[in-house]
């Protein structure tokens, strides 16, 4: 998909990163090669309250969209304009890579209008067999499904990767695809909240989409790791194809929740002491004893980790961000790693000098993704 909004003039435009902990708003515009931060935001969803209530869930996350956006609306002119990229949290937006066989019943060389038949029934088996699969998992039924994207990862006859059907002679196809969805329950919540706001969604994002159709044209091999508050995503890169996605229920959210109850200290001043922890803003002594009480989540963190890496088998280029990756317990769970910070991100500009946590990478590589598909 095209972002057509750019097209006839460059205007600002905003990035909604919406993830388990908090809200990430960014307001930028392009200009030349560049992208410039005009201003940011973020909000902790903690301070809403926490909910396994769909509805309130859904409510906390409209009251944290709000929130963020109060400060861009006191120093920017009127949002309800600009162009809303939007990302969701792993729990709510999904993405899974499928791969299907194909067989022809012929080895005539195939025509633009048969690739095309052959996609067509590709995408509609592998929606029948996610929605299947996700029915099994949740409970919500196909039809309750709501498809947001379907890239093509990967195409190969007899076994071996081409770069389309078209002129193909063999009878053995195999289609990769990347599959982006979520519950239409959540997707009408959402978009209910943006029209309320009067903001249109022009682009649901997903990480994974981000790195099939940038980073996989630039690094052959490579795994990336989002350690965020509540989840973990991998996605490992092979052969310039994106091939693997995995996520587990954990994060840098069950640090601050043992730090709270062990110190028997609110949410919000736990999360404090674990981003000072993080970044080595504490004395010797302190960080002895915050490293003791992080013993446990280290060990479940670890297990985790070797799961998913059993799953995603990471590349030698091993790269990770996201608030978790400061966290000393997950740096040396995860070896050879190389941190990403905004600064390492090529053609941003912030003239803010406020973005530097690799907690704004994932926020930042959204905004990215639509210089890299202009």
């Not at 057509?4 to 993830?19: A, H, N, Q, T």
């Amino acid at each position: 998909m095209r972002f057509s909004f750019f097209k006839k003039r460059e205007k600002p435009f905003l990035v909604l990163d919406i993830g388990t902990e908090a809200i990430k708003v960014l307001f930028l515009e392009k200009k030349n090669k560049e992208l410039i931060v005009l201003n940011y935001n973020l909000c902790y969803l903690e301070k809403y309250g926490i909910s396994n209530s769909d509805d309130l869930e859904t409510e906390f996350i409209k009251r944290g969209v709000v929130s963020s956006l109060e400060t861009i609306k006191e120093k920017e002119r009127d949002l309800k304009n600009s162009p809303v990229l939007l990302s969701l949290p792993p729990n709510i937006l999904k993405a899974k890579i499928v791969s299907q066989f194909y067989k022809r019943d012929n080895d005539l060389r195939i025509s633009k209008k048969e690739e095309k038949f052959i996609v067509k029934q590709v995408l509609n088996k592998t929606k029948k067999q996610v929605s299947a699969q996700f029915a099994k998992e949740s409970g919500i039924l196909p039809d309750d499904i709501q498809w947001i994207n379907f890239n093509i990862v990967e195409f190969k006859v007899n076994g071996y990767p081409v770069s389309g059907l078209y002129g193909c002679q063999e009878k053995d196809l195999e289609i990769s695809t990347l599959v982006i969805f979520l519950p239409r329950y959540y997707f009408k919540k959402i978009q209910r909240i943006f029209e309320d706001l009067n903001l249109k969604i022009s682009k649901i994002v997903h990480l994974g989409e981000i790195f099939q159709n940038s980073f996989s044209r630039k690094i052959k091999n490579g795994t990336f790791i989002d350690l965020g508050g509540k989840y973990i995503q991998g996605f490992s890169i092979k052969n310039n194809n994106l091939n693997q996605i995995s996520d587990f229920e954990i994060g840098g959210e069950d640090f601050t929740q043992r730090l709270s109850e062990t110190l028997g200290i609110d949410h919000d001043s736990a999360r404090l002491l674990k981003e000072k922890y993080g970044s080595n803003l504490l004395t010797p002594e302190v960080k002895i004893r915050i490293r003791e009480i992080f013993s446990p989540e280290k060990k479940i963190i670890q297990q985790y980790l070797e799961i998913m890496f059993k799953k995603i088998k990471p590349s030698s280029r091993l790269y990770i961000f996201g608030g978790g990756s400061l966290m000393p317990e997950i740096k040396e769970s995860i070896k050879y790693s190389k941190i990403v910070r905004p600064k390492d991100l090529k053609y941003i500009k912030d003239p803010t000098k406020n973005l530097k946590s690799p907690q704004y990478t994932p926020s930042l590589l959204i905004a990215r993704y639509v210089k890299e598909i202009l």
